[in-house]
């Protein structure tokens, strides 16, 4: 649970945070229920989806199955590759959907340790409409994501660095 950073919020989890609150249980979902919701048209405005640690592309993390890759990488794109079309062709996506895909961390070590973060951000909506790529010179970070987020969903205030105004969002990424 530690890259589901909803069951920490005393809103949602209770306070102390109870992962068995009734109010985190009609929250926080499994993940194989989002097909029945996506087909049903029944899934809520904002969802945060984290791979399990077997396909989260974390190194040194064996496979949950003796019939996967031993390499993370792999794993984690065969995931992508699996659960990406379950959302991008869904008639919620279509209608008004964003897929943002951001990784937590850069390589652990070597050339990348520090970054770039890969980022992907996919919609109807988006620069290039999915059917061409855009990219821009913008420096963004974790906290652009948040800021984004949260002027969607008109949370306020803005949280941590995102309340900071050198704290670019991502609106240049939407038509």
Same mark, same amino acid.
């Given at each position: 649970?530690?890259? %589901?950073?909803?069951?920490?919020?005393?809103?949602?989890?209770?306070?102390?945070?109870? /992962?068995?609150? #009734?109010?985190?249980?009609?929250?926080? !979902?499994? $993940? $194989?229920? *989002?097909?029945?919701?996506?087909?049903?048209?029944?899934?809520?405005?904002?969802?945060?989806? =984290?791979?399990? !640690?077997?396909?989260?592309?974390?190194?040194?993390?064996?496979?949950?199955?003796?019939?996967?890759? #031993?390499?993370?990488?792999? !794993?984690?794109?065969?995931?992508?590759?699996?659960?990406?079309? *379950?959302? =991008?062709?869904?008639?919620?996506?279509?209608?008004?959907?964003? /897929?943002?895909? %951001?990784? +937590?961390?850069?390589?652990?070590?070597?050339?990348?340790? +520090?970054?770039?973060?890969?980022? /992907?951000?996919?919609?109807?909506? #988006?620069?290039?409409?999915? !059917?061409?790529? $855009?990219?821009?010179? &913008?420096? $963004?970070?974790?906290?652009?994501?948040?800021?984004? *987020?949260?002027? &969607?969903?008109? %949370?306020?205030?803005?949280?941590?660095?995102?309340?900071?105004?050198?704290?670019?969002?991502?609106? +240049?990424?939407?038509?």
């Amino acid at each position: 649970m530690e890259h %589901v950073p909803f069951v920490y919020f005393s809103d949602v989890a209770g306070n102390p945070p109870h /992962l068995n609150s #009734a109010e985190c249980i009609s929250h926080v !979902r499994p $993940y $194989y229920r *989002l097909a029945t919701d996506l087909a049903d048209q029944t899934s809520a405005r904002f969802n945060f989806i =984290t791979p399990n !640690r077997c396909h989260d592309g974390h190194e040194h993390i064996s496979p949950c199955d003796t019939t996967e890759p #031993a390499n993370n990488t792999l !794993r984690g794109d065969t995931w992508l590759k699996q659960n990406v079309p *379950l959302i =991008t062709q869904s008639q919620e996506y279509k209608a008004g959907g964003a /897929l943002i895909i %951001v990784w +937590d961390e850069a390589e652990d070590s070597g050339q990348f340790s +520090d970054g770039p973060i890969p980022f /992907l951000l996919l919609s109807p909506f #988006a620069e290039g409409s999915g !059917r061409a790529g $855009y990219s821009n010179s &913008i420096h $963004y970070d974790h906290s652009s994501t948040l800021k984004t *987020l949260e002027e &969607i969903f008109h %949370v306020s205030p803005l949280l941590g660095a995102a309340a900071d105004p050198q704290t670019n969002d991502l609106s +240049d990424f939407f038509k």
